[in-house]
Structures are given as structure tokens and as C-alpha cells.
């Protein structure tokens, strides 16, 4: 179904069939629709004629049928409607889209150090301002909003000790609701507000996260300074926000169900309403669920916020670590996949003989240190009806119960089945404890709570079968986790971070970055009994992993970087971030998957962010309107829908004769992506670079990167910058000495000596 049509029914049939979704799609829609009109008419609240008018046709005489209006950052509202009545409303004038209210999902401090010493930049010292919880007079007063599950307003994280005043510019509130009063905002949560439907149970109507995913992904990105936080006392130290002395406003769209599209929309609409400088999103569509532009809630919001200064940052997505899995893909977001961190929770297995074999995850073991616990591997306690397969996956109905009663039980991860499945099957037949077989989870710590339980790779695996099959009577312990720091190699890319290259087109590189997002330390909701170990009280802290934890990493570094230039637009910022990134780990080698392969840009984008660099970048990619108004042209949007799209189109504007969407190539984008590289033919890439430092006159000169087979030149290849602000275009052409299918990988580096400013390249086959 083409853009033209702009009526996405089409989306509903991919929701229902997307297996992730199945459990919330009777929550799905209910008759909601989300009527999308483009820009707002102004910043004051009013409505746009069309606008205004076509609520009163529909709605004069059911008011009740209406669930959100948008108004403020665009146009347009969400209602109870028929499909007759969608099918004719979007043929109303001013309508550029309906499409059903769609459910996206989450992608669910130490950390913060290690980024500190990871960074490879040599530059000026930073304020001091970035280590507390106070801002400096002459600094600008970030305030980072929040889309989530809501906030928990008395973690120690939200305090505002030593905060300033609120900004006079906030125009938010902090919404009172079931238990969460407007008191519980202060200096630091400077405001919050909930959106859910007016037939939503009362206990849903409130700002309180009751999930922790929210409270977890705020206090990453701009939690206070605590001192003494740990997870029962794992990773214990000091836990801080990227950015501690900026303000917090949460936007609570999502419940353990997931996030409603058009709660999402809402919140975009009044955080440009409120004034916020940051938008951070750690949530998104599922891979299998890829909406096009016109109906895609976070990419439309994400516009309007962008259009309005606003940073926007999103997380990839946990769905890698296949290729062309990446989300909330278009190029005014910043999109952050996830690393690991040089901290491992390390779980090991005991053998007879005292041979430990080192393991990982969460676990508070009460078994005794010695070995003496019998082991097994789970395909001996296999039933004789059973599956041989089934069996070595601990697969629930596969193993004989008197054979696992008592043992520690090896089993294998070859199946699609959860290590808590797993897990829980041992357990539910009186197994002792459990060692997983698996690759790719050994790096991220799952909480296996009080039942004794770790996950180690195959080599280690090789070492405790050949124990088992040589020994009369196996035995074993799994001893309680022990924090490791310093752990290497790290970063490495995560398995679960979603990969590049982009759905919408390969002409876009993504992801942008990478941050860290595996076991990460912050605050959690106060009454979590739930997930709480045999004989604990609730912890404060909590330990998880997921691209959910990388975004705030960066929208932290975003909030500095904004105090620090708060006359920089989204773009220059983005750009910053990602010209500073580093590619290399704590071994000084390449970064890669927590696999052992070396990383390409699919996998990280323009590598790990740095927290110093991208304070003074040297040089910044800055997007205009234009740039962002051709790539609506360049993947089919007409003008007449850009310009209700957007109230800032120039009166000149025009789309392109015949574009294409390989023209994306040529947005003026910090990385550089083309596709339907094949043969031997050139491809003549433009970009443009601001000047941004003080240092008066200076040249930069490019150096490349690529490899063999595929030429480079860029032209110029120096430019002499003779002040601030000053802007130099350069191209570059891109030619094979041979056809080729083969994607490649490289990077265009520009230095003066003192600023190193790089952009990855991909040159790939794709149509």
C-alpha cells in the first residue's frame, strides 16, 4: 500500500501477526484510531481550522469517543472510531494519515566510568558540573523528558540536593494520580504526567511506575549522585546519571502491556509544549513490525520534536542480532545500540578436584562452596519418549524427575526456549541447580535470584561434559555471584542489539551509536517484592540489560552537551556524539561482538560513544530543513503532504524531479550509506562540515579508510577554516577497481592534530 493512500490498514494485519505483540493485541486499538495531521497551527494550543472543524463533525454528539487531541508540538487526535468512519475521515481535508492505535514495547553506574576512561580524546577539561548535582551559573539548565512506564518520585536519584530553582522557561506540570501527588516533584523531577484511556483501572492513572523500567532508564540518563547504591551488594559504588544536575520531566506512556501509540504521540505533543530539551525513548516497534513513515508514532513525533530543537534519542531494539532488525530508524533520531561493560557478574561452577569453570548471572546460592552436589547432563535423564534434542535443552516433559531430583543439571541453549524456562523446569523437578550452555547470553547477566543458577559458553561447556564423561561420580557446586571489574575484552556489541541496515532504506546508516546497555546499575521502584530473592527486602537498585539501557546513556550525554551549547541544533549535537566515538576496546583492539567477530558500523554505528569528545567535536554535520524535507520527497511524500507535514517548508521548496531513495545518501548525515553498489559505476557523495571550535584559523586534512577493492577520494581533501561558524563543503567519490556483492566497510577521517572527526562509510549491494 503506497503513501499516496496514506490509510494504513495494512498495519493492523502486521500487528496481529507479529509474535510479539499476541499478548497485548486484546488490549490493541479497542476502535481507537490515531488521525495524524501534521503541523501544529502555532505553539499556543490553538487548533487549525481544518482541524478544529473536524473534530466538531465527528464529535459534537460523542465527546466521549474522543482519547487524546493534539495540538500543541502538530496536529491531530485520537478517537473511538468505525472503520467506515476511518475509511472517510482520511479523505477530510488537512488529514495526512489513520492508522489503528498500535502497542510498541520497551526495549528492555559503573558504566559511566568506564565511558570516562574509555574516552581516547585528548581535549580541555570539561566544567565540573558534569561529576555533581549543581549547575554552574553561566551553564545552560537541560531538562531531559522521559516516554515510559512513569518514575519512582522518592529513589534517592531524584533528590535535588544542591539543584537550583526551576527553569522560568518550563511550561510542564507534575500531575497528581493515584499515589503520586504534585508534591512528589521537586527541583530535580521537575514535572510528570500520565496518559492512559478514559476507560483504564484507577490504579493505571497515575505518573507512579509500578514496572521500574522508567525509574531504571531516568536515573541512567540524569539520576542525582548516590553514594553506597548496590544491588545486595553486587556492583556496589557510587550510582549517578549521565547528566546529574539536569532537570527530569517523565511522560508515563507504557505499562507492563506495552505503549500505546497514540499515549505516545501525547506526550510527544506536550513535551514541545513544555519546553523539555531532550526526549528519550527507550521503546520502540517490534523488527517484524515495521510501519511505514506516515504511521510510524515515534518517527512522526520525533519530527515535529526535532523541528522544535528538540534532541530525540531512541534505543535499537533487542532483536539482534540479525541483520535489517533496527528500529525507530529515520535520520532526525538518534539511534543507540547496546555494549557491554568492563563488569562481569560472575557465577562460577565448581567441579570435583576444585576445578572452577567460570560462568555468569545473578544468583545468591545458599549451596555449600565444596563440591559435593551430584552433576549431570541433562540428556541422561532423558525419558525414553523423549526427544534427544529436547532432553539437552531441559525442555519441559523431556526429563525423567528421579533422575534430576538432587542434581546440579547441565543444559544445553540450541532451542528457543528462555534460560528462566530452563531454569524453571530443573527446579519444578527438584533439581539442586542448573549450568546453561550458551554463547551468546554468557555476557549478560540474568537474575536467577535465590536458585542456583549460571550460564557459561561452549569452550567451558567442552570442560565440564568431558568431566562428566570421565568421572564415575560427577559433582559440582554453583557458587553465589561475585562482582569482577575490569573485565576484558570490553565493550563488546551485544547480541540482542538490533543490527543494521535500516528497513526504510539502506541509504541511511544505522544505528547511529552504541552505549553501554548490558548489566547496568540504577534505581528501581521502592515495593518490588515480586522480583525480590527468598528472605530479602526490596533493593532500591536493580541490575538489567537491553537497548532500553543504552538510550539513556546517551540522552545523559545529550543533556551535557546541551548545558554546555545550548545554541547547538539536534543535528550538531548527533553529529558530536558520533564523529567522537571510539572503535576500539580495553584490549586497544577493534571493538566486537560479544561473539569474538570484529564489529562493522551495522552493528554500532560510528562505534562507542566517548563523554568528553563530543564536548568539543571540532567540526559538526549540521541537517537543514531541507535535508529532512527530501528525504519525505525521496520515499514518496508529495509536497502538498510535506507541507502539512511541516510548517516551516521554504517557499521555493520543491521535491526533486524523479527522486530516488538512494538521493538519502546525500543528507548532510555524519555517516555515509550507499546502496545498489555493485559494478564499477561511481557514486558522487556531497557533505558539509561546521567549524564549531575557537581556535581561529586552521586546517583539517582528510585521511581514509577503506578497503582493498574499493577507491576513495575526497575532494578537497584540506580545508582551511578561517573562523567560527564558517561552513566548507568536500565530496566524495566512491568507485570499485572490480564488480563486486560484497558489503564494505570504512571511514573518512578529518584532523587538524588537535580535533579527530570520523564518519563511517558502507557501500553495500542492497536495492
Known amino acids: 500500500m503506497g503513501i499516496s493512500i496514506f490509510f494504513s490498514f495494512s498495519l493492523l494485519l502486521l500487528f496481529l501477526l507479529s509474535p510479539e505483540t499476541k499478548a497485548a493485541q486484546s488490549r490493541n486499538n479497542n476502535g481507537v484510531y490515531v488521525v495524524y495531521m501534521g503541523a501544529a497551527s502555532s505553539t499556543n494550543g490553538s487548533l487549525r481550522d481544518d482541524h478544529a472543524q473536524l473534530l466538531n463533525s465527528l464529535f459534537r454528539r460523542k465527546a466521549s469517543a474522543l482519547v487524546h487531541t493534539y495540538k500543541h508540538g ?36 559503573h558504566s559511566w566510568d568506564f565511558l570516562k576512561y574509555q574516552t581516547s580524546v585528548k581535549i580541555d577539561s570539561l566544567p565540573k558540573t558534569t561529576d555533581s548535582n549543581s549547575s554552574s551559573s553561566d551553564s545552560y539548565d537541560t531538562i531531559i523528558g522521559i516516554l515510559d512506564t512513569g518514575i519512582w518520585p522518592e529513589a534517592a536519584s531524584f533528590n535535588d540536593d544542591g539543584i537550583g530553582n526551576v527553569p522560568s522557561r518550563w511550561n510542564g506540570t507534575c500531575t497528581a494520580g493515584h499515589n503520586f501527588n504534585s508534591s512528589n516533584c521537586n527541583r530535580k523531577l521537575i514535572g510528570a504526567r500520565f496518559y492512559v484511556g478514559d476507560d483504564s483501572e484507577t490504579e493505571d492513572q497515575t505518573a507512579r511506575d509500578m514496572v521500574g523500567h522508567g525509574t531504571h532508564v531516568a536515573s541512567t540518563a540524569a539520576g542525582s549522585t548516590v553514594t553506597g547504591a548496590s544491588y545486595y551488594g553486587l556492583a556496589t559504588g557510587t550510582a549517578k546519571g549521565g547528566s546529574p544536575g539536569s532537570r527530569i520531566a517523565m511522560y508515563r506512556v507504557c505499562s507492563a502491556e506495552g505503549c500505546l501509540g497514540s499515549a505516545i504521540l501525547a506526550a510527544f505533543d506536550y513535551a514541545i509544549s513544555d519546553k523539555v530539551d531532550v526526549l528519550s525513548l527507550s521503546l520502540g516497534s517490534p523488527a517484524a513490525f515495521r510501519p511505514d513513515l506516515a504511521s510510524d508514532v515515534i518517527a512522526i513525533g520525533a519530527f515535529h520534536a526535532v523541528q522544535n530543537g528538540i534532541t530525540v534519542v531512541c534505543s535499537a531494539g533487542n532483536d539482534g542480532p540479525s541483520p535489517a532488525t533496527v528500529t525507530n530508524a529515520v535520520p532526525w533520531i538518534l539511534t543507540v545500540g547496546a555494549t557491554t561493560i568492563d563488569r562481569d557478574f560472575e557465577s562460577d561452577v565448581v567441579l570435583g578436584g576444585d576445578k572452577v569453570v567460570k560462568g555468569g548471572g545473578i ?6 562452596k565444596s563440591p559435593v552436589y551430584p552433576l549431570i547432563h541433562a540428556k541422561s535423564a532423558k525419558k525414553s519418549d523423549a526427544d534427544d534434542n529436547a532432553a539437552s535443552n531441559c525442555q519441559g516433559d523431556s526429563m525423567e524427575e528421579n533422575a534430576v531430583k538432587g542434581k546440579i543439571v547441565v543444559c544445553e541453549r540450541t532451542d528457543d526456549y528462555s534460560v528462566y524456562d530452563k531454569r524453571d523446569t530443573v527446579k519444578s523437578l527438584g533439581g539442586l541447580g542448573v549450568v546453561i550452555v550458551d554463547d551468546a547470553t554468557r555476557a549478560v547477566a540474568e537474575n536467577y535470584k535465590s536458585f542456583p543458577a549460571t550460564v557459561v559458553g561452549s569452550k567451558d561447556a567442552e570442560v565440564i561434559l568431558s568431566y562428566i564423561n570421565s568421572t564415575g561420580n560427577p559433582v559440582a557446586t554453583i557458587l553465589p555471584t561475585a562482582t569482577v571489574t575490569e573485565y576484558k575484552p570490553a565493550p563488546a556489541v551485544a547480541y540482542f542489539s538490533s543490527r543494521g541496515p535500516s528497513y526504510i532504506s539502506p541509504n541511511i546508516l544505522k544505528p547511529d551509536i552504541a552505549a553501554p546497555g548490558v548489566n547496568i546499575l540504577a534505581a528501581w521502584i521502592g515495593n518490588n517484592s515480586e522480583e525480590t530473592p527468598e528472605g530479602k527486602e526490596p533493593s532500591l537498585f536493580n541490575v538489567i540489560s537491553g537497548t532500553s539501557m543504552a538510550c539513556p546513556h546517551v540522552s545523559g550525554v545529550v543533556g551535557t552537551i546541551k548545558s554546555q551549547h545550548s545554541g547547538w541544533s539536534p543535528s550538531a549535537i548527533k553529529s558530536a556524539i558520533m564523529t567522537t566515538a571510539s572503535q576500539t576496546n580495553n584490549l586497544k583492539a577493534p571493538i566486537t561482538t560479544d561473539l569474538g567477530s570484529v564489529a562493522t558500523p551495522y552493528d554500532y554505528g560510528a562505534g562507542e560513544i566517548t563523554t568528553e569528545g563530543p564536548s568539543q567535536p571540532g567540526l559538526v554535520y549540521e541537517a537543514s530543513i531541507n535535508d529532512y524535507l527530501n528525504f519525505l520527497c525521496y520515499i514518496g511524500f508529495d509536497i502538498s503532504k510535506i507541507k502539512l507535514i511541516s510548517n516551516t517548508v521554504p517557499s521555493d521548496f520543491a521535491c526533486p524531479k524523479n527522486p530516488s531513495t538512494e538521493d538519502i545518501s546525500n543528507i548532510n548525515y555524519p555517516s555515509i550509506a550507499i546502496s545498489n553498489f555493485t559494478g564499477t559505476a561511481t557514486r558522487n557523495i556531497s557533505r558539509t562540515v561546521t567549524y564549531v571550535a575557537e581556535d581561529g584559523e586552521t586546517v583539517f586534512t582528510a585521511t581514509v579508510e577503506a578497503p582493498s577493492g574499493l577507491d576513495i577520494k575526497v575532494i578537497p581533501d584540506e580545508l582551511r577554516f578561517t573562523k567560527t561558524h564558517q561552513k566548507l563543503s568536500y565530496q566524495v567519490i566512491f568507485s570499485r577497481s572490480s564488480a563486486s556483492q560484497k558489503t564494505s566497510f570504512g571511514s573518512i577521517l578529518w584532523t587538524n592534530g588537535k580535533y579527530k572527526v570520523r564518519s563511517p562509510f558502507v557501500a553495500s549491494n542492497e536495492n
Do not use: Y
Not at 89 to 95: E, F, I, L, N, Y
Not at 363 to 368: A, C, D, E, M
Open 74 to 109: 502538530f496536529s491531530g487526535f485520537a478517537a473511538r472510531l468505525s472503520e467506515e468512519e476511518a475509511r472517510s475521515v482520511v479523505q477530510k481535508p488537512g488529514v495526512v494519515s489513520v492508522f489503528p492505535d498500535p502497542i510498541l514495547k520497551l526495549h528492555t553506574t
Open 363 to 368: 544468583n545468591f546460592s545458599s549451596l555449600q
